[in-house]
């Protein structure tokens, strides 16, 4: 479990009645089988838009995930990319462009597998589920939970997932 500030709002809740207000409707609403395919949460019709909703809630930087990093940076020092003594806080902004590159793989793969491809398999399955060849698929991504990606870097890494295609 998360913990949330006082303030905080339940993404998925606050969503699913903005998306009502608007016109939209919520997918569950629209198939009723018994035991349907994972599928996506919002229809927008006009222009037809099927959305997906990922709430990134978990922190990235792990303890699994901070050796990994570590390991990147000693081969940035070995290799003079960097010069580090003690305990320093990487900012990617900051870093050379090799290492910003290297963070940014190690960073993309669990996010292209975990957040976008299964978004795009969602998307896909609720517009053939529904019949809607013309639908349009839309990813709606909410960091909430996850302090440690700073913004700027969660858009560069979407942006190259989405580059690839």
């Not at 792990?62 to 305990?87: F, H, N, S, V």
Request: proline share 5%; hydrophobic share 40%.
């Amino acid at each position: 479990m998360v913990n949330r500030p006082p303030h905080w709002l339940p993404i998925e809740k606050t969503f699913d009645e903005f998306v009502k207000q608007s016109g939209g409707e919520l997918v569950r609403d629209l198939i009723t089988n018994v035991n349907p395919k994972k599928n996506a949460d919002y229809l927008f019709g006009g222009p037809l838009v099927v959305a997906e909703l990922k709430c990134l809630e978990k922190e990235t930087f792990t303890e699994a995930y901070a050796k990994k990093i570590q390991k990147l940076a000693d081969g940035w020092m070995r290799r003079g990319l960097i010069l580090a003594y003690g305990r320093v806080q990487l900012q990617l902004r900051k870093l050379p462009l090799p290492c910003q590159e290297e963070w940014l793989r190690l960073l993309e793969l669990p996010l292209q597998n975990n957040v976008v491809a299964r978004a795009n398999r969602q998307i896909k399955a609720t517009i053939e589920t529904l019949g809607l060849q013309n639908a349009r698929g839309l990813l709606l991504l909410v960091s909430d939970g996850n302090y440690s990606l700073e913004p700027h870097a969660l858009v560069t890494l979407i942006g190259r997932i989405l580059n690839k295609k």
